[in-house]
């Protein structure tokens, strides 16, 4: 069955440090990987998004994802994290042909410390 | 551009009672889905509509939980009757067409006694 993880359930960092976000899925088939996220108190956003093409993907923020094919793998990094990135951070996955089967990784808390 | 709307924020019921949960997508979106999202987890499909048709309802508990898009514009989720384990946030998203990124709403969260 399809299924997306996200090892790192709680992430704490101080500001400057850089991030790097783990997501792994299970799905032989073509993928739209997504990276959503939820700042306290606010709905779900779209951080990023990778349906085709260049790999790297870059999103709002500073945030990026490489999707790696061979390893399953759609990575989120950000280079130096603000306390303003503090929220909780969600991977999905849905196959190419079929939108409607979307899947959300558990999520990984980031906490940043001023 | 106004967002997916949601009513209400809030609801606490005692088990065996029924409750449902109104979504207004964005304007001119065709497709909407309701999620739950139980606490620690990420936000499971419940049901997608395109239009006023469903999609996907495979991981709807049929026994208890329906839903509507009569006129293929807000959607209503109803339980009924609640269970205990039914304690989660409800959301609804919609997006263009169901190969565009889900522009999510506020949600409304759903506690049982």
């Known amino acids: 069955a399809q299924s997306v993880s996200q090892h790192n359930h709680h992430v704490i960092l101080s500001e400057a440090a850089s991030l790097e976000l783990g997501c792994n899925y299970s799905?032989?088939?073509?993928?739209?990987l997504f990276w959503y996220v939820q700042y306290p108190g606010q709905h779900l956003q779209l951080l990023l998004k990778y349906f085709s093409g260049d790999p790297l993907v870059k999103g709002i923020k500073g945030f990026e994802a490489e999707f790696i094919k061979s390893k399953f793998s759609f990575n989120l990094r950000k280079p130096s994290v603000q306390w303003s990135d503090t929220a909780e951070y969600f991977c999905a996955v849905t196959p190419y042909s079929s939108a409607s089967k979307i899947i959300f990784g558990s999520g990984t808390r980031l906490s940043i410390r001023p | 551009e106004a967002g997916v709307a949601q009513s209400p924020r809030y609801k606490i019921i005692e088990k065996r009672q029924s409750v449902a949960f109104w979504c207004n997508p964005i304007s001119g979106h065709a497709t909407l889905y309701w999620y739950q999202q139980i606490l620690g987890q990420g936000p499971k499909l419940l049901i997608q509509?395109?239009?006023?048709?469903?999609?996907?309802d495979s991981q709807l508990p049929k026994d208890r939980f329906s839903a509507e898009r009569l006129k293929g514009v807000d959607s209503t989720l109803k339980i009924q009757p609640a269970k205990l384990e039914d304690s989660a946030v409800y959301l609804c998203a919609s997006s263009s067409d169901g190969n565009q990124p889900q522009h999510f709403g506020d949600g409304t969260r759903l506690s049982i006694l």
């Open positions: 509509f395109q239009n006023n048709g469903v999609v996907d």
């Open positions: 799905y032989g088939g073509t993928v739209n």
